[in-house]
Nanobody
Framework: QVELVESGGGLVQAGGSLRVSCAAS????????MAWFRQAPGKEREFVAR????????IYADSVKGRCTISRDNAKNTVSLQMNSLKPEDTAVYYC????????????????WGKGTLVTVSS
């Protein structure tokens, strides 16, 4: 059983930057690809970014490509999402996820979810 705990959310002005992080415990962190998702008020949860187990392969949603960077530290069992040039539409609860892959029909196979951290971008 892997526990994921997100941190780093908060209020930021449009154009600003924020880094959210996720700490994993209870399992072998490096066994898992890690991903970030987000859910805005009234909307479905959506994929944001994924990083493979070794950190040398990343995938981003088009909506954040060029503005966000996902990274991981297997020695510290953490994964982070650096978000720059934030927009009000980036306002959402950001969730960390362990496992899974991005397929033709969407992201599948998540093994564990965190409880999320709220990011609010003011205009």
């Amino acid at each position: 059983q892997v526990e994921l705990v997100e941190s780093g959310g908060g209020l930021v002005q449009a154009g600003g930057s924020l880094r959210v992080s996720c700490a994993a415990s209870g399992g072998t962190f490096s066994n898992y690809a890690m991903a970030w998702f987000r859910q805005a008020p009234g909307k479905e949860r959506e994929f944001v970014a994924r990083i493979n187990w070794s950190g040398d392969n990343t995938i981003y949603a088009d909506s954040v490509k060029g503005r966000c960077t996902i990274s991981r530290d297997n020695a510290k069992n953490t994964v982070s999402l650096q978000m720059n040039s934030l927009k009000p539409e980036d306002t959402a609860v950001y969730y960390c996820a362990a496992g899974g892959r991005l397929g033709v029909q969407g992201y599948v196979g998540v093994s564990y979810w965190g409880k999320g951290t709220l990011v609010t971008v003011s205009s």
